[in-house]
């Protein structure tokens, strides 16, 4: 560190964890969003240094859909237990129950039950009047319009046109009875300021972000992981080894994987910075339509 | 944060380290709806190519039927992100985009033009180092262009850019360019920025955006881009007074009390002695706590745990400073305000302001002026309309810590929020405490109220007494002082006749006196009840506001508010001074009760009825009430 300067990777550090105590300080019941991604490794990493030496002093909620890839949800496991936060794993029994599966219903259903409606039930179910996120300004062009501290009626509504003015770092928490916010303290890292800061902070991440030889389909240009029985194999379809990894993780059936020899940070990073392609690309969620991501945001997602 | 590598890794480390180096520019675009805004910072991003291979095969299926640059993109597309900007081809929202060069990094805030959505703007310039100001060559210097101007130098940024945009479809022609570029000059002058520069662009096809352009051989400055790289903006915080403002206390078990918080500004070093600013009270800082050890000194901008040598009272919204370097603590200042909301401002309703971590309620209590964007006028005004600038005073209910906004951004910069709906109102930078709360500071003594309370072998206490002229309130008031006395309590009486003989025979009978009246009195019967008297006030106090006030300036000295309910008409009878009988005649005006209203208590504690039982039975009957 410069004597009298921050780097530019110890500032946003700082922002986020001032933004975190904020939330502590400012909500009744806060929540953080756990999604075990590389953003949610950061997040958790901020906020054990946020509280410190106090824990982290709300629980992380986890979203399970039923598809994600099995080395998350171990990670998530172990992660649990050796920071030792307080886990709240919520899966829509709706959703089990009429058997929702991307391959029947479609990934756009499929994301609004086990997702975007499993998500306001665990938010309605806990009374959580702050729900921390990871998302990022740079993922996304709807996301680059959200607001830190981003207000959501008693439905969860997001509303971009009534969003409230943010100056400075000085944010209005205040809520009306029913009414939540949406927190993203790390708004404004890019991704490969994620990926510099996994690096020098050595923050534990899911082994699916580095390349391995993994069973993969390839449909319609998209390398999809055969990470279980449940994919419907089309016929003559034969999963196949390959060297791969994932930018962004989400449900296996809808997450494309890359090929990448990228087996650990370093590699990863200098990958990063010869891509010429968005974090995004292997989401299928979002080409559903254009502005989808908007929409989903306003019914609730985030 | 560590900076410890586990694995060395040359060429990612010398990478690293570069990245490092890099500065960050936070900029921000504004200006006027339509003068492509959006479109240069699409254009930025694809010039620094950072517009990656699929979003670019996204955004070319998306350019058809619309203006579009040489290279068949239209770029706004890149950053008007919502369908509704979509659709009606203008930006709502603030939206923020990175892109970095070989020198520097940026996060730009694209900014609404649109006069509706000027919050927004503001919202952006709040954060940015530097503004592009772009104006539409064909059209010049607009309302808009003056209004964000203006907005600029009031949130304090103190760079700017002048980009005149849309050269290519004026010609190319100098002379347009040299005519706005005045024009900006004359009325930017008084704003006092401390750079302004002015490009001559095309966003649309790529002129003087990263090199000099061959269509504008009359123009010798540098391109965009470059200048971006190598403007200067830093300013060193580090230099500036130590202001920590605590956020959250920290404690996570009986042996450990920290306070966290972010160094607004300033250094600060173990061994350090520092002040509470809301009790003045002094302690050292024992250690700054991170997670990754424990720190020798913590510099602005770093978010870290302090621990204090010695027990203090320290809760979040307090502000820990260097002794002799004090902020302001008051509760009256002046700002300016920008206002953000539909609903007008007015003076005399009251809001929530939140300064750091401090929420309080405070009220406009003068509207000094309104600013006229585009003349810089001031103009009288009654009430501040959405997007208006004007300067005003405020009160707060209670003391505050703060700085002057050209002083320090993050303790001199508030908001207003509405207290039902909770909206963000306006936001506001101080400009000064007013003289009248200048230079006080709250001093804290050793000897206080409960050690004065437990020498008198009493609790203090305000019995506030409410009703109409003749209604009994002072003959209550006067046995049950009498009774006390003899039990050896210790009582005083303030009466509303005898206090305008003396402290307030400066004021009238107006509205805005009588409210003044009761501020002095309950400041009074406060300091009284602080010296460990039961003080009795017998005042008509005919407002339920003022009462309020009363009851909110006791704060947390126990306050009873006794209404002696006597009709009019059995007052009138009494008349014991004679003063219905002057009122009736007309020599009294503003009388209670004959043309001045009294507002009864909604919620009084106690009531006793005068018409109904003697003063010395109703005294019984609130000593009885009291537990005296």
């Known amino acids: 560190m410069h004597a009298n300067r921050l780097t530019h990777l110890q500032a946003l550090e700082a922002e986020s964890i001032e933004i975190l105590r904020e939330v502590a300080a400012s909500f009744e019941r806060p929540v953080m969003m756990y999604s075990i991604g590389k953003d949610s490794s950061v997040l958790l990493h901020l906020a054990r240094k946020a509280f410190f030496p106090s824990k982290i002093p709300f629980p992380l909620l986890h979203v399970d859909t039923t598809f994600k890839f099995k080395e998350m949800i171990a990670f998530r496991d172990q992660t649990a237990k050796d920071y030792g936060f307080e886990l709240i794993v919520h899966t829509n029994q709706d959703g089990v129950r009429d058997r929702i599966n991307p391959f029947d219903h479609g990934s756009s259903r499929y994301t609004d039950i086990m997702k975007t409606q499993a998500l306001r039930q665990a938010l309605n179910a806990g009374k959580y009047d702050a729900a921390i996120g990871g998302a990022r300004r740079d993922e996304e062009k709807s996301r680059a319009k959200e607001r830190i501290f981003s207000h959501r009626n008693a439905n969860h509504a997001w509303d971009p046109k009534n969003q409230r003015p943010e100056l400075w770092r000085t944010f209005n928490t205040r809520l009306n009875p029913g009414e939540s916010m949406r927190v993203f303290p790390i708004s404004n890292w890019t991704e490969l300021d994620v990926w510099t800061y996994i690096y020098s902070e050595q923050i534990p991440i899911t082994p699916l972000y580095f390349a391995r030889p993994r069973p993969v389909v390839e449909r319609s240009g998209t390398l999809i992981m055969v990470d279980d029985e449940r994919l419907p194999l089309a016929p003559g379809e034969t999963p196949r080894e390959e060297v791969v990894r994932f930018r962004t993780l989400g449900c296996y059936p809808l997450t494309g994987a890359i090929r990448s020899d990228a087996a650990d940070l370093p590699s990863i990073i200098m990958e990063m910075q010869a891509s010429r392609t968005s974090e995004r690309e292997g989401r299928l969620i979002d080409s559903d339509s254009v502005g989808s991501m908007e929409k989903k945001k306003q019914e609730g997602y985030f | ?628």
């Open chain 2, 1 to 628: 944060m560590s900076a410890a590598m586990a694995t060395p890794d040359t060429d990612l480390d010398l990478w690293l380290a570069q990245q490092t180096d890099k500065s960050l520019l936070r900029f921000m675009t504004c200006g006027s709806v339509d003068d492509g805004k959006s479109t240069l910072i699409g254009r930025l991003l694809y010039d620094s190519q950072q517009v990656l291979d699929d979003q670019l095969a996204s955004l070319k299926k998306e350019s058809h039927n619309r203006t579009v640059g040489d290279e068949g993109i239209d770029f706004s597309l890149l950053v008007d992100g919502l369908s509704a900007e979509r659709e009606q081809g203008i930006t709502i929202d603030v939206a923020y985009r990175f892109f970095s060069t070989d020198k520097r990094k940026f996060i730009v805030a694209d900014t609404p033009g649109h006069e509706q959505y000027t919050r927004n703007m503001a919202t952006g310039a709040s954060n940015a180092e530097l503004a592009l100001v772009l104006i539409d060559a064909r059209k010049g210097v607009l309302t808009q262009t003056r209004r964000h101007s203006f907005i600029l130098s009031l949130i304090g940024v103190k760079h700017v850019v002048l980009v005149v945009n849309k050269i290519d479809l004026v010609d190319y022609d100098q002379a347009t360019f040299d005519r706005i570029v005045a024009d900006y000059r004359a009325f930017a002058e008084p704003l006092g920025f401390k750079s302004l520069a002015a490009v001559p662009v095309s966003a649309l096809r790529g002129d003087n955006i990263l090199t000099n352009s061959e269509r504008t051989r009359w123009y010798s400055g540098e391109p965009l881009v470059p200048y971006l790289e190598n403007i200067d903006v830093a300013e060193d915080r580090t230099a500036e007074k130590f202001r920590f403002p605590v956020q959250w206390v920290n404690r996570p078990n009986l042996d450990f009390r920290g306070f966290s918080g972010t160094v607004a500004s300033g250094v600060i070093k173990v061994g350090d002695e520092v002040l509470i600013a809301s009790s003045r009270k002094p302690a050292a800082v024992r250690s700054i706590v991170t997670m990754d050890g424990e720190l020798e000194r913590a510099i602005a901008g770093q978010a870290v745990t302090l621990v204090l040598d010695r027990e203090v009272d320290v809760s979040r919204g307090d502000v820990l400073t260097h002794a002799g370097e004090t902020p302001e603590f008051s509760n009256q200042f002046q700002a300016r305000l920008v206002w953000m909301n539909d609903e007008p401002a007015f003076p005399g309703r009251s809001y929530l302001l939140k300064i750091g971590a401090q929420t309080v309620p405070a009220t406009i209590t003068d509207l000094k002026y309104r600013i006229n964007v585009n003349t810089l006028e001031q103009t009288a005004a009654t009430k501040v309309d959405l997007n208006e600038v004007a300067t005003v005073t405020l009160a707060t209910d209670k003391p505050i810590a703060f700085d002057p906004y050209a002083a320090n951004a993050l303790t001199g910069g508030f908001i207003l929020v509405d207290r039902l709906s909770n909206a963000t109102l306006g936001a506001g930078t101080i400009e000064f405490g007013l003289r009248r709360a200048q230079n006080l500071t709250y001093q804290s003594f050793d000897v206080n109220r409960e050690v004065r309370a437990r020498m008198k072998g009493q609790t203090p206490r305000i019995v506030w007494f409410t009703g109409l002229s003749g209604s009994g309130k002072s003959s209550i008031a006067n046995i049950l002082e009498q009774r006390l006395t003899a039990e050896g309590r210790h009582a005083y009486i303030l009466d509303g006749d005898n206090v305008r003989h003396g402290l307030n025979k400066d004021l009238g009978f107006t509205e805005a006196a009588r409210v003044e009246n009761i501020r002095r009195v309950a400041e009074v019967a406060k300091l009284m009840a602080d010296a460990g008297l039961i003080v009795l006030v017998s005042f008509i106090s005919p407002f339920e506001n003022e009462r309020r006030l009363a009851r909110e300036i006791a704060g947390d000295v126990d306050f009873t508010e006794v209404y002696v309910d006597t009709p009019l008409a059995v007052c009138e009878a009494r008349d014991p001074k004679g003063l219905y009988k002057r009122a009736r005649a007309g020599e009294i005006k503003n009388f209670t009760g004959i043309d001045s209203p009294f507002e009864a208590p909604a919620n009084p504690e106690l009531v006793l009825h005068g018409a109904e039982a003697e003063p010395a039975a109703l005294a019984a009957e609130l000593k009885d009430w009291l537990e005296l």
